[in-house]
């Protein structure tokens, strides 16, 4: 059998609010296989963007086990999350997050300049070509359009080929058009690079393109 | 990763990020150009004034060297060893005298006279508004010999060029009035104005008899060859027994060069302050930045940048604009002495060499690069806070964390470093640990008490539901936002500089120009001789507006020796040793004089010389009963034993003497008698006349005057430490600026919401303006109470004077305080208050 490239096991995380303590996610298990799509859905305050973020290494469990590509990302340290996340985990935001004084091409560059890649530059172009933004490339975030901001993201994030991509309602701030242009593009270089996605997101058009779907309620799985 | 590619990469994230212009930094800039160019100014002129005092010590002193002698002129084998070294010699003699101009209403005023010879001034020359020289201004004319005399005297005497006056017995006629004299910088501290005549033109004045106060000077151009060193040496063996004090332009007025180094001193310990200050700005500019970054920062973390990476780039940012705002100090700080230049030459009487200096821009450009990183690190620490899950939460606001111990540990270091960097280029360890414990003890009230009021607003703001205005002022305050904290730590460090300093000088010159002249005599009276003595109580007794009246011997002499080793080696540099002392004798202590220890003489003693000594001044010197001392008298040691020490108290402005011997040991040397006299103000005139007709040789010191020009030169010196304490409040207002200007979109916002639920524009506006009025008053309070605590040491431990608070200082810091807080947000405030409502509710503000 395939070693999972995400495994989660009776995952728990609570978060000290002002208001006390909230359960965000309660003994959540999944495993998901190398290359396979999944969709996460559920309504607002769910714990789906938490989720997400736990198997980033963006968030601490408070309790259980995660485990991607083999390692145990509970065990880690901030800068080992870090370097781990650099080479093998590739993040797609709803409010893209571009670093807004750098050029399209400059934000794209940056994972492969952490990794010391001395063609950063020239695989960045390639990688903003293929998302269509060849004549974008020395414009600043602003200068952008929103689906032309998350093709920049999307482009920054595969150009490391990760094995695992994240993306939270990549098409949430988009008009329907642009998100149809960026899902496309998405599943496209997920099918290119056989990584893993995980997509979270209230679209169900996009949820279905997905091979699986998980529900997710009230911090539980609902529906895997 | 390896080191260097992380810093690599830092450095190319951080140069994408300096692309964005310098907004952001602002603050950190213009804060380190203000301390950094305070810091290389006060440092440029003190150098330049070293560099005056040594180039131009020859012109200072008015020749190579100088050989002094105190009541007397130079012997014969004194006279003959001087010639052999010098190619030149010039004999200047100094004493005080009253001048008399007879007319109408008779005219007397007090003169500090230089009587000179014809080879005077051996260097530079006597600048006259008459005359080219001035040979010529005082030569004799029909048998009357010329002066010349300072402007300020001439004009309150009302004379004209020809007019006569009498210096003791001797008429003189004015030849000519001084505009500047060569050597006036090594003359010292004189109570009357300068006049100059030939030494010879005084024979038969009676100014010079045996036991005047009159001090002789030899001033001598050397050969070239002399060796000042070996010279010095063999002055010393050879004479220093006979009272004679060396000095060569080397070091041609130590007083003013002691003055000038302490005040640089005090001033660069104030500029330091103002630096600090700036450090307040520096962090508050660091973490307002950071906190826009937030978003950046976690993004960079999602993708993979480490710890180090994200604080390299930020820490690199930091240097970068830092070193910018030091450069541009230093430039401005180098500059700036040669923009006062005119304004400089003219005020301080002392030669100064406008240049650039390296070591006082290098010594500020270390103070300001301490100082942002000292204030950058804390900041900075928090980056570790940002979590990359704000991304996807839109938090912006970390929550409140120590910095870790690393960190904590670094900023320490730093801050121990630039205290002790500090004390070793003022060369000040004691005022600097002082320096830095006020300033220190000053921020933690200031963070305490902006910590209090933050809590006490919050529980305050919820009993006011009937006051809105007042309500959400004080919620401001409560609010991370308002940045209550830098309001009150920016300002008020500001403000105790200028409380403390205000406070200080007000009590002093108090003491000086209030309290003392209900307690001082109305005149001094010098130079009376011993026959002259009974006639002189009488016409005192016989005045009825003369409320009382003393007299003692005075004789001055220099201690030499202590215990048969060089005074200063067994005292160190205390002011009794430095120059000559009054000396008296008596048969029994004076009145007021308490005995503190040991026993007083018999009045009819007549065994080996015993001195009873000044308890405050031998205690600071290190001396006890039995110690010996060798006090030269013209000329003559006399070894005489302490056997008592007592209270002297001079801050009645009366007769106190340091040492007093018994009469045995002095009464049969030449000397004179000084008199204190208490008199009614509208008697003073009177008495002065009628002694100085009887008597043309007494000089007369009107204390009134003297206390008028001490007070005179205690402002100027208040003054100038103001001027100093000025940057301090500027960088504190440019802090209270950039933070208002921080706050500017939370006052949109806030503005906003308030006018979308029905505020008007007034309300929201007075609502602004109070939490300025509260927080600015709030720092003024503090200041002040931190100003007063530190003037009330100052006074009761330091300078011995009464304290009490100078209201008018008091009023100005605390409504400095409200105002510099309202004018600074007033124009963030009135911009919030007119950017429109529908844009702010769209986030396109």
């Known amino acids: 059998m395939q070693r999972p490239s995400i495994l989660l096991e009776n995952v728990s995380l609570s978060l000290d609010g002002n208001a006390g303590i909230v359960d965000i996610l309660k003994g959540i298990s999944i495993d998901i296989q190398e290359g396979e799509s999944i969709g996460i859905v559920g309504p607002s305050g769910s714990g789906k963007s938490s989720l997400l973020m736990l198997m980033g290494g963006l968030e601490r469990i408070t309790s259980g086990k995660i485990n991607l590509l083999g390692q145990n990302l509970h065990e880690m340290n901030e800068n080992k999350l870090a370097s781990f996340r650099r080479t093998n985990v590739g993040i797609i935001f709803q409010s893209f997050h571009l670093i807004p004084t750098m050029t399209a091409l400059e ?103 997905c091979e699986r779907k998980i529900k997710i309620s009230d911090g539980e799985i609902f529906t895997q | 990763m390896k080191i260097f590619q992380e810093l690599q990469i830092s450095w190319q994230i951080a140069r994408r990020e300096i692309r964005n212009g310098i907004s952001g930094f602002r603050i950190l800039i213009a804060c380190l150009v ?48 001087l010639e052999s070294k010098a190619t030149k010699i010039s004999e200047v003699v100094d004493f005080r005298s009253m001048l008399f101009v ?8 007090l003169t500090q006279v230089k009587a000179v010879d014809k080879n005077y001034p051996l260097m530079g020359k006597v600048n006259l508004y008459s005359y080219e020289n001035l040979s010529e201004a005082l030569q004799k004319e029909k048998g009357v ?117 302490r005040l640089e001193t005090f001033l660069v310990l104030v500029g330091l302050s103002g630096l600090i200050v700036g450090g307040v700005g520096i962090a508050a500019s660091v973490r307002s930045y950071l906190l826009v970054k937030t978003s950046t920062i976690a ?29 541009i100090g230093g430039c401005l700080g180098s500059i700036g002495p040669f923009l006062l230049g005119k304004w400089l030459t003219a005020s301080i009487p002392i030669p100064i060499k406008i240049s650039i200096y390296f070591k006082p821009i290098l010594e500020a450009i270390i103070y300001g690069l301490l100082t942002s990183i000292a204030f950058s690190l804390w900041p900075l620490s928090s980056i570790e806070n940002i979590n990359s899950s704000e991304l996807f939460r839109n938090e912006t606001e970390t929550k409140f964390r120590l910095p870790r111990f690393q960190y904590l540990t670094t900023i320490s270091v730093i801050v121990l470093s630039l205290i002790a960097l500090a004390a070793y280029f003022t060369g000040s360890i004691k005022l600097t640990l002082w320096t830095a414990f006020a300033i220190s003890s000053s921020f933690l009230c200031l963070i305490f008490v902006a910590a209090a009021i933050r809590i006490g607003t919050q529980k305050l703001r919820i009993k006011l539901r009937r006051n809105p205005k007042l309500r959400w002022a004080l919620s401001a305050i409560t ?40 307690v001082a005599p109305s005149y001094f009276f010098i130079d009376i001789q011993k026959s002259q003595m009974p006639e002189f109580r009488q016409i005192m007794e016989a005045n009825k507006d003369v409320t009382s009246f003393d007299e003692a011997p005075m004789i001055r002499g220099i201690i030499s020796k202590i215990n048969g080793i060089s005074a200063k080696e067994f005292a160190g540099e205390h002011w009794v040793l430095s120059g000559d002392r009054g000396i008296t004798y008596s048969k029994a202590p004076l009145e007021r004089s308490k005995i503190t220890e040991g026993i007083w003489w018999e009045p009819e003693y007549k065994g080996p010389a015993q001195i009873s000594f000044s308890d405050e001044e031998g205690k600071e010197m290190g001396l006890s009963l039995g110690d010996e001392l060798t006090v030269n008298i013209m000329g003559r040691d006399i070894n005489a034993t302490i056997t008592s020490f007592r209270d002297v108290d001079f801050s009645t402005a009366g007769i106190g003497f340091i040492m007093s011997m018994n009469p045995h040991a002095l009464e049969s ?113 503090v200041a002040l109470t931190i100003g007063i605590l530190g003037a009330w040491a100052v006074c009761k431990y330091l300078m011995g004077t ?44």
């Open chain 1, 107 to 209: 934000n794209v560059a940056i994972p492969l300049e952490l990794n010391g890649n001395k063609d950063a530059f020239d695989l960045a172009e390639k990688a903003l070509t293929k998302v269509g933004l060849k004549n974008r490339l020395s414009h600043f975030p602003s200068q952008l359009s929103g689906g032309e901001q998350q093709r920049t993201a999307l482009a920054r994030a595969v150009i490391a080929s990760p094995k695992i991509l994240l993306a939270d309602e990549p098409t949430g701030n988009l008009d329907y058009e642009n998100g149809k242009i960026v899902a496309d593009y998405l599943f496209e270089l997920h099918s290119e690079n056989n990584a893993t996605l995980v997509l979270v997101t209230h679209d169900l058009e996009l949820a279905n393109r």
């Open chain 2, 34 to 81: 203000l301390g950094v160019a305070t810091i290389t100014i006060i440092g440029s002129i003190k150098s330049g004034i070293e560099k005056g005092l040594i180039e131009e010590g020859a012109l200072l002193l008015g020749g190579d060297a100088e050989a002094e002698f105190t009541y007397r002129f130079a012997n014969l084998a004194e006279l003959n060893w």
């Open chain 2, 479 to 518: 609010g991370p936002k308002e940045g209550a904290i830098i309001v009150i730590l920016s300002i008020g460090i500001g403000l105790s500089v200028l409380s403390s300093i205000g406070q200080i000088s007000g009590n002093i010159r108090a003491a000086i120009q209030q309290d003392l002249p209900d």
């Open chain 2, 299 to 327: 993004t960079l973390r999602s993708i993979g940048a480490t710890n180090n990476i994200i604080f390299q780039t930020y820490f690199l940012q930091i240097i970068i604009f830092s070193f910018l705002g030091i450069l």
């Open chain 2, 669 to 781: 040397a030449p000397h004179s008698f000084i008199s204190t006299v208490y008199a009614k103000p509208k008697a003073e005139a009177e008495l002065l006349r009628k002694v100085a007709s009887k008597f043309p040789n007494i000089t007369a010191v009107r204390i009134k005057e003297a206390i008028a020009q001490v007070s005179s030169i205690l402002s100027s010196i208040s003054s100038v430490i103001l001027y100093g304490a000025t940057t301090t409040i500027l960088t504190g207002f440019l802090v209270l600026i950039g933070t208002a200007a921080s706050t500017e979109k939370a006052r949109k916002y806030e503005a906003a919401i308030l006018k979308a639920v029905g505020a008007s524009k007034a309300s929201i506006l007075f609502s602004f303006a109070l939490r300025s009025m509260l927080l600015g008053g709030v720092a003024g309070i």
């Open chain 2, 102 to 109: 007879e007319g109408e209403i008779n005219e007397r005023a």
């Open chain 2, 802 to 845: 009464e304290f009490s608070i100078i209201w008018l200082n008091a009023f100005l810091v605390i409504v400095g305080g409200v105002l510099a807080n309202i004018f600074a947000s007033l124009y963030f405030s009135i911009r919030a208050m007119r950017t429109s409502t529908s844009s702010v509710l769209r986030s396109e503000y």
């Open chain 2, 145 to 261: 010999p010329g002066a010349v005399i300072e402007q300020i005297l001439v004009d309150r005497l009302g004379l004209k060029l020809g007019d006569t006056f009498k210096l003791g017995q001797t008429k003189f006629y004015l030849g000519g009035v001084i505009k500047s004299i060569p050597d006036s910088g090594s003359d010292g501290f004189g109570l009357g104005p300068r006049s100059i005549v030939y030494k010879d033109d005084l024979e038969g004045s009676g100014l010079l008899a045996p036991g005047t106060l009159f001090s002789t000077k030899y001033r001598l151009n050397l050969k070239e060859t002399a060796d000042l060193d070996l010279l010095s040496e063999n002055a010393s063996e050879k004479f220093e027994k006979t009272g004679m004090r060396w000095k060569d332009a080397r070091n041609a007025a130590p007083g003013i060069n002691e003055f000038v180094e």
